[in-house]
Every structure is written in C-alpha cells, then in structure tokens.
C-alpha cells in the first residue's frame, strides 16, 4: 500500500507539473498577446486623438497641419490602401502645430523637426497624413500575432474604407470658402476730420485735428463660431491721436475707439468700427506665447497677473474702476471692467484721484522683447498682419507697470511699434505726468460683419490679393 500510494503520487505530481507547465505557457502566451493588444490601442488612440486635432486645425485654417511630402516608397507600399485613392501622396504630419497632443508613438518628428532634410528612410517612428483622402498612417506600424503568425497595420482600418479617417473637407457652416488673411471689399461711409481738445486727450501742446484715411483695403483678422466675422485694415491711418497724463488714461481707449467708428463705420450696415485690442491679438497667441506672456517681469521684478502694494497713491480717477486694482485695501478688484472697456460713456474731466491710505496694483503691461518672436502666434498670416505694417499703431487697451526702483506703477496705453508690443507711459503713482512729449500714434481700425451680411466670391475671387477680393453683397 505504501508503494502504491507513492506511485499514485508521483504519478500526480507529473500530471500536475505538466499541467503547470501547460497553464505557464497559455499565461505568458497571453501576456504576450495583450502587449500586442495594447501596442494596437496606443496606435489607435494616437491617429483617433490626431483626426480630432487635424479637423479641429482644418475647420479653423482650412488646411492641413502638414506640408513636406513622405516618399519612403519602400514604407508606404505596405498601406491597406482604401477606396479613397491614398495612392495620391502622403504629408508628414506637423505635430507642433497640434496644440495640447500627446502621443504614444511619432518620436521621429522630432529628427525631421530638427533635421528637415534628414533621410526619410530612418523615419519610420512618425505619423502621415494621406493628401487625398486625408487618412492617417503610422509608419512603422505595429504587429499583432494572429494564430502564431504576425499581422501588421498601419492604422485604424484594416478593411476598404470601412473606418476611414473622417476629415475630408470639414464642413463647420462657417463663412466656407473664406480664410483668415484674404482681402474684403469693405467700404465706409465719408466722414469730416475729428477735433480731439486738450481737455480730453490730455496732450498738453492743445487740440489735435485727426482726419479720415481715404482708400483702406481690408483683410480679414477672425471668422467666429457664429458666423461673424472680423476685418481689420491692411495698414494702419495717415493720422492719429496724441494722448498724456492722467486724462490720456482715462479717455484714451474710448478715443481712439470713437475715431475708428466715426471715420470706418458703414451706416447702411449698420456695421460699426473700432480699434485693434489686446484681446484680439492674444486670441491667437500659441502656448509658447501665453507662456511668455505669463511668466513676464517687469523691470520692478513683478510677474505678470501678479499684485502688489505700493508706497505712491496717485492714479488715474479710472483705475479705480479697473479689474485688478486696490484702493485702500490688499484685496484687488475682481468685478471691475477690464482695460480694453472705454470706461466711461463719454470723455471725462476727472484726472487723477489719491488712495487715502494705500495703492495696490497688479501687472498687466507685458512685452516680447523688440522683436515678437514669431512662433508666439499659431497664425504666420495674422502675425504678418499685426507685426509686419512698419508703422506705430495704438492698442486699445490700457496697461500697469510696476516700477520697483522708485516703488511707482506707471499707467499707459499698448502700442504697436514694428515687430514689438510696446506701450506709451502717461503718468506716475507717486503724483507727475510720466513725459511731455507725447508723440502721434496711428490707429489700426477693426470692423465686424455680422453673419446675416453676405461674403461671397465673384468671378472666382479666392481673396488672396487685392484684386482677387471676397464681396459684401450689400
């Protein structure tokens, strides 16, 4: 029985060491099968979160984030084709141009980023676009073993077009056919010159008289959401306001908006002007942009966004209104307007008024440096449009520096000056008028055509010239 009993056990533990040996090997099968799952899903992922960011980039620009052409003929004669014709070409996909996209796969961009004349044979680990039928392809693709033999894919559809990349021609209902840049036959109503007094801009040499512009042609800056859309003119006036002191804070930006209307509205319209403002031009900052723009410090040492008391009281009477101001107290305003608001619904006397105990104020003057980099803007064309005139524009929009030296904010308005956003200075917390020199600065008008005005091209108009311009069809 002993005997026995131990053949039985030995018999036993063989048939459960195979057993053993049989479940391993199903388990690290199995594990080997869900990498190759899982390397499939991040693929998948990938060219799913790319379709979403490319439509998004063709919707807004109405072209592809991709212009060198992929000729590895070698690679991309291993692509399930489909019925949308992918024989057509292929692009390497612009990654940089995607904002907030993380990948699992497409580090090669980067060698074709730094080196764009680099041998397209070691770019195997990037992402392609089809011209054509705007279908995306992983390169390198990746294999999945299918009953012991290994099955490779490119992207994420394996048979015809069943799952193609949908992207072909976005359609958002949004002024189709028009593009950020083209030219607009805008016209505006003849106007009489306009008489600025000193008791309003400030400028302390007397009244200005500003006259209209004749002849502006007009390029498109902004196609929103509902249809609207926004023109500004190609260059900036033959003439401007003079601003300074505390006046010129406080008036400024509603005088320079109210000359924009009178000289460039158009009364059968009913369309009204105005001036360039900081948020117009911010609305197209990149992310490498809004983080230079954040993290700004002014010569005083203060970031932007950032808040602080400060020994001078004195400040523009309008400034008390301003989100981001402290009168008496550490605690900013936080309901306030904001500075590219006129402020006052029409020009006030008021000058400057004295915090009875304490000023707080916060950073809002930010600049680039003399030159604006040009990869702080998403939109090469909109950046030409702002930077590239050569001429010095107002920015309606009013600004506070800190000044640490002298514990003083200076109080001033933005200002275009070639390549740079810039800014005029008109006074000082600690109770003076900042410089009496105050210079002509031209204004840079802005209109927008609401979605029930007609923009249509005739005869083939395209607006990428001035002869080639969209019609308002009045």
Not at 66 to 72: E, F, Q
Not at 74 to 81: A, D, G, H, T
Not at 377 to 389: A, H, K, L, P, Q
């Amino acid at each position: 029985m002993i005997k026995n009993n131990r053949g039985i056990t030995v018999i036993s533990l063989s048939i459960a060491v195979i057993i053993i040996l049989i479940v391993t090997g199903m388990l690290v099968y199995s594990a080997k099968d869900s990498v190759y799952v899982k390397n499939l899903t991040s693929m998948q992922n990938d060219i799913s979160n790319l379709r979403d960011k490319i439509s998004l980039y063709y919707s807004q620009y109405g072209a592809l984030p991709a212009s060198t052409p992929y000729t590895n003929t070698s690679m991309l004669s291993r692509f399930p084709l489909g019925a949308n014709d992918d024989l057509n070409g292929f692009l390497i996909i612009d990654l940089k141009a995607l904002d907030g996209l993380t990948l699992n796969y497409g580090k090669d961009y980067e060698k074709y980023k730094d080196n764009n004349s680099i041998d397209q044979s070691e770019l195997m680990d990037i992402y392609v676009i089809n011209q054509k039928s705007h279908n995306i392809f992983y390169v390198q693709g990746v294999g999945v073993n299918e009953n012991g033999t290994t099955k490779m894919y490119y992207t994420d559809y394996t048979e015809g077009d069943k799952e193609a990349v949908n992207i072909v021609e976005v359609e958002t209902g949004v002024r189709p056919g028009l593009e950020i840049g083209d030219y607009v036959n805008y016209t505006y109503d003849s106007s009489s010159t306009y008489n600025l007094s000193q008791n309003t801009s400030g400028y302390t040499d007397g009244d200005v008289k500003i006259t209209q512009t004749q002849g502006m042609k007009w390029r498109i800056l902004n196609i929103h959401e509902d249809g609207t859309v926004d023109l500004i003119s190609e260059t900036p006036t033959d003439s401007g306001p003079h601003f300074g002191g505390y006046l010129g804070y406080n008036n400024g930006v509603l005088v320079i908006n109210r000359i924009c209307n009178k000289f460039y509205n158009n009364s059968a319209l009913g369309v009204e002007a105005r001036n360039i403002n900081l948020e117009d031009i911010e609305y197209w900052l990149s992310e490498e942009g809004i983080e230079e723009r954040d993290s700004f410090i002014s010569g005083g040492g203060l970031q932007y966004g950032k808040s602080e008391k400060i020994n001078g009281n004195v400040y523009p009477s309008l400034y008390a209104k301003e989100n981001g101001s402290g009168i008496d107290t550490d605690t900013v305003k936080k309901d306030g307007i904001d500075t590219s608001e006129n402020g006052y619904d029409s020009a006030t006397k008021e000058g400057r008024a004295e915090a009875s105990q304490s000023l707080t104020v916060t950073q809002t003057y930010y600049s680039f440096g003399s030159t604006t980099p040009k990869e702080n803007f998403e939109n090469s064309v909109i950046y030409d449009m702002i930077f590239g005139t050569g001429q010095e524009y107002w920015i309606a929009s009013r600004y506070v520096n800190r000044r640490k030296q002298e514990d003083t904010a200076l109080f001033g308005i933005y200002e275009v000056v070639n390549y740079a956003i810039s800014g005029q200075d008109f006074t000082v917390s600690s109770g003076f008028n900042y410089m009496d020199n105050y210079q002509e600065v031209y204004l840079r008008p802005v209109v927008s055509i609401r979605p029930d005005i007609e923009i249509t091209a005739v005869e083939n108009a395209d607006g990428t010239s001035e002869e080639n311009m969209h019609k308002i069809v009045e």
